[in-house]
């Protein structure tokens, strides 16, 4: 397990460098060309990357959490508290400060949910930077796969359109026929030819169709997890992310209005993300430890705490992916929302790191 782990961890930390790399070329290639609006604004491209391929990595994200729920670090009431807490204070408190400076905005409150993200692939590309023990390695994993629990949550129930009716209750008979399978005769095969099916029923129920990819991973023998992240890591994180990154990040500095930043908008992914991440975190460790309801793991302190809740702010991937739901048919507010995303995710990683290197002296 701690192999699998260790290599789990090496793959995030090399898509980081991709991830970046595909930031870059994405925001070079669109101040140089407008060639970049003409492929990526193209609907049947932007849909076919958003909303397709993006199913990969959110079937990727259900097995990941399938493991560690029931054979890794959270598979226990005890292991699971810590990080369980952790997370969702680290997600309500984002929130809370957006929301304190969006509320009388009907339009950019859309966007609560955009600083409750993080970016495992980056975090861990700067934990790895930082050269941190083992413990605070799987600690902030932890941390990430809760979160990543709770992303997968409020954009299932909260960034969706309409609900049709008649179509959830198809999920619900496909369900019950896919648990029934997984009792008497599961194949691979059959998630496989499952997979367009499933997809279209939740595209056509309201429900945003990457989380037909969860709920399918639920599906997955115990046993096979392990093959099928073999077959997918490398695709989803090496291909299918960066694909993302270079199709939604692109925007055009000299027409961009700054101003923007120091909006209601701005400030409440900036503070919230970066602001509303330590606080969430490190006082509920902080009020938790002291009332000994958790644990800190051997080598955890709550300076390590404090550390990690920094580079939990880096939202990227799946801020910009929620960023993307909330104003998809407003370009403006969405260029705003990614360019303080981009801002706010740059500086938690270099103050992330800088605290990280200097834990040794505490």
């Known amino acids: 397990m701690k192999y699998f782990l260790l290599r789990f961890i090496a793959l995030f930390q090399v898509s980081g460098y991709i991830l970046i790399t595909s930031f870059a070329i994405a925001m070079i ?3 140089l ?10 609907k049947y ?51 809370f400060i957006f929301i304190i400076l969006n509320y009388d905005d009907p339009i950019t409150i859309k966007g609560w949910g955009i600083p409750m993200a993080t970016d495992i692939a980056f975090a861990f590309l700067i934990i790895s930077l930082a050269k941190v023990p083992y413990s605070i390695k799987i600690t902030l994993l932890s941390i990430a796969i809760v979160d990543d629990i709770i992303a997968v949550m409020v954009i299932g129930l909260f960034y969706t359109k309409g609900l049709n009716i008649n179509y959830i209750l198809f999920i619900f008979i496909i369900g019950l026929v896919l648990a029934i399978i997984y009792k008497k005769f599961y194949r691979d095969w059959i998630i496989i030819l499952a997979f367009p099916i499933v997809w279209f029923i939740f595209y056509k129920s309201g429900i945003h169709p990457v989380i037909s990819g969860v709920f399918l991973s639920f599906f997955v023998k115990l046993d096979r997890i392990e093959r099928w992240e073999d077959s997918l890591d490398n695709y989803v994180n090496l291909i299918i992310l960066p694909i993302f990154v270079l199709a939604n990040s692109g925007i055009e500095i000299h027409s961009f209005n700054f101003s923007g930043i120091y909006s209601d908008l701005g400030k409440g992914i900036i503070l919230g993300l970066f602001f509303g991440k330590q606080i969430g975190i490190t006082l509920s460790a902080f009020i938790f430890q002291k009332l000994k309801i958790v644990e800190f ?18 939202g990227f991937t799946m801020s910009i992916f929620i960023s993307e739901l909330a104003f998809s048919n407003n370009k403006e507010l969405l260029e705003t929302a990614k360019m303080s995303i981009f801002i706010v995710s740059f500086f938690s990683a270099i103050f992330g790191l800088i605290v990280l290197k200097s834990r040794q002296f505490f």
């Open 297 to 314: 793991p051997e080598g955890v302190k709550i300076f390590e705490i404090w550390a990690m809740s920094i580079i939990c702010a880096i």
């Open 45 to 95: 491209i932007h849909f076919s990357i958003n909303e397709i391929l993006m199913t990969l990595f959110f079937f990727l994200v259900g097995l990941e959490i399938k493991r560690e729920l029931l054979i890794g670090h959270l598979n226990s009431f005890k292991k699971a508290l810590l990080p369980a807490i952790l997370a969702t204070f680290g997600a309500i408190a984002p929130a």
């Open 29 to 31: 290639w669109a101040n």
């Open 33 to 42: 060309s407008d060639t970049y609006f003409l492929v990526f604004h193209n």
